[in-house]
């Protein structure tokens, strides 16, 4: 299959290219960027005029709910959700009923994705087994399956020697340890500790959870030197506490979500639900100094932490109701929000969904780590084109996920979004168009 993208403003962060120009493609893989040659006869032609054509996304953070959950969220629709989003490549925590920590498990569940032919799937195995923070798994044998790398999701190892042990052995293999900073005992609550969680009678999460966490973290990390990524982060101290760990030279990175990005705790307003996100939303102080990391480079990606939570688990009082939210389809916009309200470039707002995340991804990426997250000749053909100049509302009837809550609805927030998905091509083949008919 041939297919020539005529037009297009192309914009690939890794090489710094941003202008006007076609795209040849053949076999999955892109032949020329630019100028294209004139014998190339395509079998389908794409006028994207009016169009950006980038890399396709990277998400480094969303719950496809399979297995175990599909009342929330099937993995078909969650896919279809990514190629709404111009989600190519996206990695799963493995919080799925049962847990990521057998080799047959994690071997099922790419099998069933690769068989969509859609986003390409990257799963994080069980740092223990049954997440429960005592007997390590077989991480040699979970990395021959397909993982590429070691996560607890949100449960906590408890016991400070059995994480010791597990840094350990993933230093001594090579193996990249995926973390959410929270301590187990202050991070209990529902939302954000301050006057905001005290007078509406929440209980708080005080910032020290993830301070503690981080200075534990990193201390373990210089006695083993292993690899670690953090997980949405959401503090100010802790972009600091980062920041220094990487002026040291750890070997760490980490992320941010959509939703501490953009969102405050006076957001959740009248006990709203959809609010309810884990880590919780913080004061304003710590949304810049987030804001700010991602922009200098502190904070390495911004993931959309797609959690889908189903209709009964919402429709509960703001502390019992279950955290999460939809994200996948609203990666691009919240980006390009972002990058708007920071004054930057749009290639340096897009190398934060592209080239930063396969950065973090590293070698566990195999021979597709040259060209995910790019655009280069030879390289994989996994391409998200976007109008920017389009506005939208995320509402229910407008997302393709299962799950229909999200924080940036517009009858919650009064938020228009500004920049939306028309194509996503994955190995060459058009997986998503949404242009007029």
Known sequence: M???IKNGR???PASGRDERGDIAIAAGRIVAIGRVAADFTPNRSIDASGLVVA???VDLAARLREPGHEHEGMLESEMAAAMAGGVTSLVCPPDTDPPLDEPGLVEMLKFRARNLNQARLYPLGALTRELKGEALTEMAELTEAGCVGFSQAEAAVRDTLVLQRALAYASTFGYAVWLRPNDPWLGNGVAAKGPLATRMGLAGVPAIAETIALATLFELVRDTR????LCRLSSAAGVALVRAAKAEGLPVSCDVSVNNLHLIDVDIGYF?????????LRQQRDRDALRAG???GTIDALVSDHTPVD????NLPFAEAEPGATGLELLLSLALK???DSGLSLAQTLATVTQRPVAVLGESLGSLGSSTGRLVEGGVADLCLFDPSIEWRADPDTLVSQGKHTPFAYASTGMALVGRVQLTLVAGSVAHDSRPR
């Open 2 to 4: 041939k297919v020539l």
């Open 10 to 12: 192309v914009v690939d």
């Open 55 to 57: 890399p396709g996304l």
């Open 226 to 229: 292993a690899r670690v990524h």
């Open 272 to 280: 709203n639900a959809a609010m309810r996100v884990t880590p919780p």
């Open 294 to 296: 991602l922009a200098d």
């Open 311 to 314: 209709e009964d688990a919402k």
């Open 338 to 340: 972002w990058g708007a």
